[in-house]
């Protein structure tokens, strides 16, 4: 029988219950001769408090001891999953990270899986068992303990799965699946029963929050075949793989995101040098840059815009402010209120006729555009963000993305984004 | 310099308060220059905790998980101490029993030490850290997690101290030592300054929790001085070691047990075999008998009693009443609240002088002796439970055991028994 690794997020195990639940969803994969592998995230809001009490300890925790610190939660939650699987019968046999050899770098608290090396989850396998893996965590070649940050258990579900060569991947979360727009905002927008690696991936990027980037890219690479649902309707999900070649433009779903500013540096020097160091300070500074773009302000000096996250935004202008002082720049100005639609679908960067229709809805909903930006499967608009959410609505009409039946109850929470 | 190993328990690392205040106590040491090695419980009830979730989930989890979900109440504790440490600018570093290479027997739940292989911490000393080093926890030789039972921390402790050759093992707890009674019960009972290993065996066996049994056994077997102490208070405590040889008899503590019961089979054939086979088999089945003693009913048969702790009681009914059908006893009774006094010291078992001092008492209080058994430095009274605690008031006042300062406000709280 072929191996099916299947992943369970933190509001998945968020009780004794839930627990309970997630075993019984094991165990009827498990009776139907299934090899299968689980991943599981720390309870509920446990790695949180974990982060909590070494704060109440400092601001800044010792990264070593902080990651020792978080991986105590999904020790916990693989016991339990564990305990309750005996329970109903079933042979579960928990692993730590490190126990199953998933091979990390140095990099505490942000850490990159170099390898899985498996040889316990294997023998466990040959013995009949159901491993339960502790998602999040790894080990250094320097035998620390590590974790690898967001996304950290959907990024071990994927590359297990693609380690201990499953058939699929199957992400349990508290969502139905990837919707053509956030849920829990916009109340008539549609599950997407297929979807690309590549449009999950720009959407996952761009701010919707089913299935970490980090996880999707893994999966995009080796082809891995992932399928998001929830672990409380019973609906079959979202299925995400390679999709076919040849499809003529569509758009598949928006997602958006709110928390964004601008910097404006007007009348830089017009100097081929000047952009590339700008951008690699505010890298080196821990600035996550999301888009820029300049418009020319004299013959000879041009003005530089700079999207950034809400987050990031007093080290942005630390950085900018500098930069401003030693460049003469005239001025810096910073914008809040920012946010982005982005559609995503197959070649839809590349259609004109989409493109078109973006525009004209969004004119019509009386929206300044700040800045576009495309890639063959996306288009991302900069926006006011108190304009943002009509001019979704709008766009959802526009593009057919409106779930056709009446509402039924169903959970629509937007995923809550796990570790 | 040379190296020392503290230890904490629960009580003492309870909240983030108190993980600071221990750390404050591990700097001081470290500053005065001396290779500090830390050996740390789960904080507070937090091992209970987790046992109670696990029990939510079915009342006999599965032991190999159960280890697995318990060794993460110290992996939080180890990490926020190594987090309050780094705060203090002391380069501490946390290790699991597996990182540390605690190499134990199968027995989950419940496993002995084997063996401390300790490379990971000698390399930290070399390196100027300071390893702080997860209690009651180690792997077993097939890699998996185990756990060491009832008192694990401490005997976690005094191993490390033997296997890293430390100069002493500091014990901080919530009591200020050893006292000659329980202090919580006995206002005015006394903190003994020196005892040696063979007296707080005893006095551990018999009732007493400052410092685990398995420990002290260790302690004795290897020359190893322990110190238990306050964390709180800054007093001395109680030293344990060797001890002179020659010592004239003296009660140094009194100590006592008040959940105990005694069956009793009445009239069982005289056989040789009859005994060795009932006592087999009730510790097959878990029962830890206490004490046994016959009297001669009839010519040709006798009547046995069992003394058991409480907790055995159904257990060690079940058995004996089997046993009771199958040798054609007369009957099984039950007798309950049973409790238990015990003198320790310096040859008391052998002097007669004590023994009548201790008869004597006793009957002054009209106390019935259902049983006495005694060891060279121990003689204990099984006596109905009510008149217990009258009894050792007489007691510590016949032995001169009582405090002569008037009470100081001091911690006097019986320590909890902790992981």
Redesign the interface.
Known sequence: MAIIVLKFGGTSVGS?EL??NAARKIAAFYRQGHKVITIVSAMGHSTDQ?VA??R???RS??Q???D??L???E??S???L???L??LGVP???FTGS?VGIITDERHSDARILEIKGD?IRQALRQGKVPIIAGFQGVSQG?EITTLGRGGSDTTAVACAVAFKARQCRIYTDVDGVYTEDPRVFHNARLVRKITYDEMLELATRGAQVLHPRACAIAARCNMPVQVLSSFSGRPGTTITKGEKMEKPLVRAITHDTRLVMAILESVPRNPRVLSQIITELAHSGVHLRFFFHGISEADRFDLSFILPLEDQAQGFAVLKKIAGRLAAKRLRMKKGIGAVTLVGPGIGSSLEILTKLLDILSQARVHIEAVTTSSISVTCFVERRKLFPAIRRLLAGYNLKRKAAPDGQRLNRKRRQS
Request: charged share 25%; no cysteine; hydrophobic share 50%.
């Open positions: 004794i627990v309970k974990l009490l070494a109440k300890i400092t925790p010792h070593r001891e902080l020792m610190l991986t105590a939660g020790r916990i693989m016991a339990l564990s305990i309750a005996h329970d579960a046999m928990s126990q316990r035998r």
